[in-house]
């Protein structure tokens, strides 16, 4: 054991140089079909039509840069379905956040009979896997059509329908995580306006939220990607193409019967991907803790 | 931390609250409260009722329109005798066993180790790249591996193993299971990633270093340190992504559907999401769906309630800042 030297070390200096570059290089192989991936995209996106990832142009040669694949841009459709996602993503960044903070406050700075019921049931909640309730939020939503005012906006095939259903699968999260954010927060402040006689709910909103800024730009980022990017519930939720959103109208182009045009959905997944992208590049470390303290999991 | 509210009874020093301020404060807070509890109600708690009442009928969207037939266990006893039951069962065995080893607790806790011992920043630079097939949106993430796995001459690996002289091949065709399997773990591995990271860089330099001038090899030290150190965040991820990976099917629904031909690749919760919600003919068995999916949804709630029990998520529950002034 004791028996290290020096010559130990010079001598397997190339030992030492392999065992420096061996995790780099196993790192590199280990992200290569990320970037395959991404490097095809983008490729496609501006092409005739790539084999492997070669550009081809119309006679078969490699070559053929084209923009035509942006043409999609002066189709109303893809403006439509843009703005659906839109309202989807700020939908779930308004709803999550208002009623997660509303939430979450009672919970860090109040003691009421079930308040510790009610928590215990956020982590389960935040633990239990909620596609498994599709099937009967089918049911919900359809139940929600049939009242007359609210069903026009928030029933079965509405945009607003599918934000109340996102809002509510990700409140556990959100709720886990502003509570966070506000046991972390000294309350002389609050203290000091609540003996001047303000209501909660005054402190609430002009005290407490802008001290958390911070923590709710984070949860509005997470959430904002989680509505743009959002398939599996708009796919269940809507009939058809009057209320599709992004992902599902992508999926429409390649599940339609006539030959693909990869090229093109290429063009309309780069599009979409822009948004995500700025998101990703400026707000890392933030992402990195959001997905590693909150997220599902996904798979 | 371990100290745990109880009641909300007088506190030192002071006079205790009358009955009707003890009354308007807890009104006051449910009414914080009450637009979560609604939305949980109704999207949790009534669906969680739901499912298993409708689970007892023969709803289908042939008699929709008629009054709910009870044929209590009916669709129980189908689903085991179903000709394809085994075939499904042993699918999602197989693959929450795969994805779950190889990626999101094997290659995890790999990755995670690889990027703790180089370079801070390269190791970070990485684990951001791992990050995006979970920051991508599925659509597109699974568009990007339909063309990995395409058949010639559009697929990428093709061209890459062609000068290897590897026969060109639908590959998504001929092994749907592989990329049923990588398409769910590059997306996975990123949790279990970043967790194990964060716990391994808590881990004390000085133990480390004290068994390096021990003379340990970088073997010795991740086998009897750095793994035992670890050992809540890794059981926490294997149970965590457990669960998660028995009840997604997006990516699977994505990718190949269940198929190609008949079940290849189904699992069991997009067997339930398909008959109940999806089936190719418009002919929605619901309470057969449904039965298919409380399966799932008792699997879930047993354990939920085990993590908490666990992991001590009990102890998370903190005392509020209570309203004391």
Redesign the interface.
């Known amino acids: 054991?004791?028996?290290?030297t020096f010559e130990t070390e010079s001598r397997y200096g190339a030992r030492r140089f392999l065992?420096r570059a061996l995790?780099?290089v196993?790192?590199i192989i280990?992200?290569s079909?990320?970037?395959?991936?991404?490097a095809?995209?983008i490729i496609?996106t501006f092409s005739y039509r790539?084999?492997?990832?070669?550009p081809i142009d119309a006679e078969g040669n490699v070559g053929g840069w084209t923009l035509r694949n942006w043409e999609f841009l002066s189709d109303p459709a893809i403006w439509r379905v843009t703005l659906t996602s839109f309202i989807l993503a700020v939908g779930m960044v308004v709803g999550v956040g208002?009623?997660?903070s509303?939430?979450a406050?009672?919970?860090?700075?109040?003691?009421?009979?079930?308040?510790?019921s009610?928590?215990?049931?956020t982590?389960?909640?935040?633990?239990?896997?909620?596609?498994?309730?599709?099937?009967?939020?089918?049911?919900?939503l359809n139940f929600l059509s049939k009242i007359p005012a609210i069903g026009q906006w928030f029933g079965y095939n509405t945009v607003g329908g599918v934000a109340?259903?996102m809002?509510?699968?990700d409140?556990p999260l959100g709720?886990w995580l502003m509570k966070g954010f506000f046991?972390n927060l000294s309350?002389d402040m609050e203290?000091a306006a609540?003996?001047d006689g303000a209501s909660?709910?005054r402190v609430?909103w002009e005290i407490i939220i802008p001290l958390i800024k911070p923590g709710l730009a984070a949860l509005a980022i997470f959430n904002f990607?989680s509505g743009?990017?959002a398939?599996?519930i708009p796919f269940?939720f809507t009939v058809g193409t009057k209320v599709a959103n992004?992902?599902v109208y992508?999926?429409q182009l390649?599940s339609d019967t006539a030959p693909t045009n990869?090229n093109m959905?290429?063009a309309v997944?780069m599009f979409?991907?822009i948004p995500?992208l700025i998101f990703?590049i400026f707000t890392?470390e933030m992402?990195?803790s959001v997905?590693?303290g909150g997220?599902?999991?996904?798979? | 931390m371990a100290e745990v509210?109880t009641g909300?009874g007088p506190v030192k020093g002071q006079s205790p609250p009358s009955r009707w301020a003890q009354l308007k404060?807890?009104l006051?807070?449910?009414?914080?409260?009450s637009?979560?509890?609604v939305?949980?109600l109704?999207?949790?708690f009534?669906?969680?009722i739901?499912?298993f009442v409708?689970s007892l009928t023969d709803l289908s969207s042939s008699n929709f329109s008629e009054p709910l037939t009870f044929i209590n266990l009916e669709n129980y006893t189908r689903l085991f005798k179903d000709k394809f039951f085994p075939k499904i069962l042993g699918n999602t065995f197989f693959y929450v066993a795969t994805?779950l080893s190889c990626f999101?607790v094997g290659?995890a806790l790999?990755?995670a180790l690889?990027?703790t011992?180089?370079n801070r920043r390269?190791g970070f630079f990485?684990?951001?790249?791992?990050?995006?097939?979970?920051?991508?949106?599925?659509?597109?993430?699974i568009?990007?591996?339909r063309?990995?796995s395409h058949q010639p001459?559009?697929?990428?690996i093709?061209?890459?193993l062609a000068p290897f002289g590897v026969e060109p091949q639908y590959w998504l065709f001929e092994q749907p299971w592989l990329f049923v399997i990588?398409v769910?773990?590059?997306?996975?591995a990123?949790?279990g990633l970043?967790?194990f990271s964060?716990a391994i860089e808590a881990i004390p330099k000085d133990l480390i270093t004290a068994a390096k001038v021990?003379?340990a090899s970088?073997w010795q030290i991740i086998r009897d340190i750095t793994l035992p150190q670890i050992r809540w965040p890794l059981l926490f991820v294997t149970t965590?992504?457990t669960?998660?990976?028995?009840?997604?099917?997006?990516?699977i629904?994505?990718l190949t559907e269940g198929g190609p031909g008949l079940y290849r690749t189904e699992v069991w919760?997009l067997t339930?999401?398909k008959r109940?919600?999806?089936t190719y003919f418009g002919h929605n068995q619901?309470g057969y769906?449904?039965a298919w999916?409380f399966v799932?949804?008792i699997i879930?709630?047993v354990?939920?309630?085990i993590?908490?029990r666990v992991f001590r998520?009990?102890e998370?529950?903190?005392e509020?800042?209570?309203?004391v002034?």
């Open positions: 054991m004791a028996t290290i065992g995790p780099y196993l790192l280990s992200i079909p990320i970037v395959l991936g991404y095809w995209l496609a790539t084999e492997g990832l070669f208002f009623v997660s509303m939430a406050y009672a919970l860090s700075r109040m003691n009421f009979a079930g308040r510790k009610f928590l215990s049931l982590l389960i909640l935040h633990a239990f896997p909620s596609v498994t309730l599709l099937i009967a939020i089918f049911f919900v109340l259903v809002i509510s699968l409140l709720i046991d309350w203290r609540l003996i909660r709910f609430w990607l743009w990017s398939f599996l269940t992004m992902p992508m999926r390649i990869w959905i290429a997944g979409q991907l995500v990703f890392q992402l990195l997905y590693a997220s599902k999991g996904g798979t | 509210i909300s404060a807890t006051g807070a449910w009414g914080f409260m637009p979560a509890v939305l949980v109704v999207f949790f009534l669906p969680v739901i499912l409708i994805t999101n290659m790999v990755l690889l990027t011992h180089i390269a990485f684990r951001l790249i791992w990050l995006l097939p979970r920051i991508t949106p599925s659509v597109i993430y568009l990007m591996w063309r990995i001459p559009f697929g990428l093709n061209q890459l990588l769910n773990g590059f997306v996975g990123s949790f970043i967790l964060s021990d003379g970088t965590y992504q669960l998660s990976l028995l009840t997604s099917f997006e990516y629904l994505l919760a339930a999401y109940a919600l999806k619901w769906g449904a999916g799932l949804v879930g709630i354990m939920s309630i993590y908490l998520f009990n998370l529950v903190q509020p800042k209570i309203d002034l």
